[in-house]
């Protein structure tokens, strides 16, 4: 038990439980600022690109450039569950 409570293996405990500590934050940043993306071009895809493709459409429509179709919005979930 005095081995233990040694200073070299209370610097080892200690380093280790910050490293510990420090691996758990740089996790929980990296998960949350990927779902902060999906979210970001979520919002932008469904709320923003109707509105630039119909400002393009005028745009086309004033200098007179035929135009082609507007493309569906397709989602692919990479996360997704399949059964």
Known sequence: MHRI???PWLAYL????VQLV???RWLYRRVRNDELMR???????RNHLPHI???LERICEEQ??????RP???WVDL???QH
């Open 5 to 7: 409570l040694d200073l």
């Open 14 to 17: 200690f380093s280790g439980v």
């Open 22 to 24: 420090l691996f758990l």
């Open 39 to 45: 979210v970001f071009v979520e919002d932008m895809a």
């Open 53 to 55: 493709y119909q400002l």
């Open 64 to 69: 007179g450039i035929d135009r082609s179709l």
């Open 72 to 74: 569906d919005i397709r």
């Open 79 to 81: 996360n997704a569950r």
